[in-house]
């Protein structure tokens, strides 16, 4: 089994940026093959973020394209959410995912998560 821990969560104001981090530990590569973010906020369904198998093989939710990079160091074991130009919309806690296929996880069946960080944007 994979363990997921993420951090880098908390109180920013609209605009500002934000990083998270995931660090994977246990299992193979196999189990970590797809990674990626998924949020829930208050009163709303959970919704994909951001999805990565490869710099070249990414998916963005429509509402995060051009302000959040998702990116991999796989010699490390950890991923990476960039959130520039943060919205009140943007708050959610954000979980950290892996599975070992992409069309899972960007499908939300997937295998492994993180407990959550919270991301708070207000001013």
């Known amino acids: 089994q994979v363990q997921l821990v993420e951090s880098g969560g908390g109180l920013v104001q609209p605009g500002g940026s934000l990083r998270l981090s995931c660090q994977a530990s246990g299992g193979t590569n196999h189990d970590t093959y797809a990674m990626g973010w998924y949020r829930q906020a208050p009163g709303k369904q959970r919704e994909l973020v951001a999805a990565?198998?490869?710099?070249?093989?990414?998916n963005y939710a429509d509402s995060v394209k051009g302000r959040f990079t998702i990116s991999r160091d796989k010699a490390k074991n950890m991923v990476y959410l960039q959130m520039n130009n943060l919205k009140p919309e943007d708050t959610a806690d954000y979980y950290c995912?892996?599975?070992?296929?992409?069309?899972?996880?960007?499908?939300?069946?997937?295998?492994?998560w993180g407990q959550g960080t919270r991301v708070t944007v207000s001013s």
């Open positions: 995912v892996s599975d070992d296929t992409r069309t899972a996880l960007v499908n939300g069946a997937v295998r492994n």
């Open positions: 990565i198998v490869t710099d070249f093989m990414t």
